[in-house]
């Protein structure tokens, strides 16, 4: 049993093959496929955490498409001085499938 823990878009997702991830949007290559930096790597009873050891690791991941997440209400109110304010935000989204740890 081989899986990473790799840096997703600010956050930390432990993948394997085949595993969809979705994570802040990114750019993906000409291949439609990214490059995903470990940060822990177990391979059977091995763990790998050093820096050095774990440069060498390459998780691919092919892109499967660019979504929105859901709407987010910011809503500011003051008592009193009739000040409110409402505003929204949707996170862009990539929707990724990992395709390889080496």
């Given at each position: 049993?081989?899986?990473?823990?790799?840096?997703?878009?600010?956050?930390?997702?432990?993948?394997?093959?085949?595993?969809?991830v979705?994570?802040?949007?990114?750019?993906?290559?000409?291949?439609?496929?990214?490059?995903?930096?470990?940060?822990?790597?177990?391979?059977?009873d091995?763990?790998?955490?050093?820096?050095?050891?774990?440069?060498?690791?390459?998780?691919?991941?092919?892109?499967?498409?660019?979504?929105?997440?859901?709407?987010?209400?910011?809503?500011?109110?003051?008592?009193?001085?009739?000040?409110?304010?409402?505003?929204?935000?949707?996170?862009?989204?990539?929707?990724?499938?990992?395709?390889?740890?080496?």
């Amino acid at each position: 049993m081989v899986y990473a823990v790799v840096r997703a878009g600010g956050r930390q997702e432990k993948v394997e093959v085949g595993t969809i991830v979705t994570m802040d949007r990114v750019k993906a290559d000409k291949d439609g496929n990214v490059q995903l930096p470990a940060v822990l790597l177990v391979d059977g009873d091995t763990i790998t955490s050093d820096q050095k050891s774990l440069a060498k690791v390459m998780v691919t991941a092919e892109v499967l498409g660019d979504l929105r997440g859901p709407k987010i209400v910011i809503q500011k109110f003051k008592n009193k001085t009739g000040y409110k304010k409402r505003q929204g935000h949707r996170q862009e989204l990539t929707r990724v499938k990992v395709t390889g740890i080496k």
